[in-house]
């Protein structure tokens, strides 16, 4: 199985519809009238500057609060709009170039979706719930209705613009599941994309017997902070070496930031290694997404507790956002290297092997066929010495003053990083 040709050039900008337009939390919920579905699109040229070609939405679907309890899938929720709102955001979303990915809860319904009872997993009263939420109903996935209501819900919007799905919680719904639903799915749509929510487990395996595309790269999000915070490129380089594996087979959804984690930047202990995290996204291989406000460097930590979501879901005003000098370092940043991960597309294949490991300096090189990169992070308080065993190196990215055009070593300040390009290699 093949992924789409298109996802070999998609870079995501993620948002939260639901606290994105102010609908939730609110203590009074907009009505449909308010059309608050389309502040999205108001936020297109953003995505565009940014060097974003895809939009990935959380919910949008009909439920009664935060959107993962949805009640009706072939409605949109009525605190942003109707349909003529989607339709509205698909058509600017075209007139642009942008892809569209929907969220899709099929794992739980919320308690008030209106189904027979055999569609739910258990009996009344004794209900599965997901995780221990009692709002939240498994489906019968055994369910030949289920089946087909998953597969029509999917086709429907699809039909109606959308280009793929993120499937919530896909790790814990049989995968026999979604080998039955995505063939039907793909038969009348073969240009669609779909990315499993999967947290932790084998990757490699769920996508081949679930038919995923892609999954969320759980694994390399976790090393990639972990690492830089623990001072342990150890850890980080054993991720890239699994990510190499699965790249092999299929793209991961990679990720430094999503609506459902702390913020890169309130998770990271030292400010400067945002950077880092960031240039580690845009070097290796897979589908690189952004969460709206990670680009302006915004703060935001999730807690375990009832609301501990909403502040990583903050509301958006009207663009362009106010930014101080720190935010706008932080956006220059974003849009070079998204800029340079565009440039150089076959990093969507790229696999990575370690030039040098040590705790708290990493040199490694990216590569795919006979094109490559090669990537020097430094995380300590005194210079990385690189010199390159191959050659002469262009340096097209890093920190500190401009670099040479053409160089056979390069010394890496102190929390320092450096792109560089071998003199061989195409472009």
Not at 73 to 98: K, M, N, S, V
Not at 364 to 376: E, F, P
């Amino acid at each position: 199985m093949t992924a789409p040709a298109w996802v070999e050039h998609v870079i995501w900008w993620h948002v939260y519809p639901l606290g994105f337009v102010g609908a939730f939390p609110a203590d009074t919920p907009p009505e449909p009238g308010e059309h608050r579905l389309r502040r999205i699109a108001g936020w297109f040229d953003h995505a565009i500057e940014l060097g974003a070609s895809g939009i990935a939405l959380g919910p949008i679907f009909a439920s009664r609060t935060h959107g993962y309890d949805t009640t009706d899938h072939y409605r949109i929720d009525p605190r942003l709009g109707d349909d003529d709102d989607f339709d509205h955001l698909i058509t600017e979303a075209r007139r642009r170039g942008l892809r569209v990915l929907l969220d899709g809860v099929f794992n739980h319904v919320g308690f008030e979706f209106d189904a027979d009872a055999r569609w739910l997993r258990g009996r009344p009263g004794r209900f599965h719930t997901f995780e221990g939420h009692g709002d939240l109903l498994t489906l019968n996935h055994d369910n030949p209705d289920v089946v087909d209501y998953v597969a029509d819900v999917m086709a429907h919007w699809l039909r109606r613009g959308a280009d793929g799905w993120r499937l919530d919680a896909a790790y814990a719904v049989p995968q026999s599941f979604w080998a039955t639903v995505l063939p039907r799915v793909r038969r009348r749509h073969p240009e669609a994309w779909f990315v499993g929510e999967l947290i932790h487990g084998d990757y490699a395996s769920a996508v081949r017997e679930a038919g995923f595309d892609s999954v969320t790269q759980y694994e390399l999000w976790k090393a990639i902070w972990s690492g830089l915070n623990d001072g342990n490129f150890f850890e980080l380089d054993h991720a890239l070496q699994r990510h190499s594996d699965f790249v092999t087979s299929f793209a991961p959804l990679t990720f430094i930031g999503n609506h459902d984690v702390t913020r890169i930047a309130s998770r990271l202990q030292r400010p400067e290694h945002l950077a880092h995290a960031l240039v580690i996204l845009m070097t290796v291989g897979g589908v690189p997404s952004i969460y709206a406000g990670d680009e302006f460097g915004y703060q935001g930590i999730k807690e375990e507790r009832f609301g501990g979501d909403d502040a990583v879901r903050p509301e958006f005003g009207t663009p362009p956002a106010q930014l101080d000098s720190r935010g706008l370092e932080i956006w220059s940043l974003h849009q070079y290297l998204i800029g340079m991960r565009r440039r150089h597309p076959w990093l969507h294949r790229a696999s990575t092997s370690a030039l040098r490991l040590e705790n708290r300096q990493y040199l490694y090189r990216t590569s795919h066929g006979d094109q490559s990169l090669v990537v020097a992070l430094n995380i300590d308080d005194k210079n990385m010495e690189v010199r390159l065993d191959s050659g002469s190196a262009e340096v097209i990215a890093g920190s500190g003053a401009p670099p040479p055009e053409s160089v056979d070593s390069v010394s890496v300040e102190p929390h320092g990083w450096r792109v560089l390009r071998p003199v061989h290699d195409n472009r």
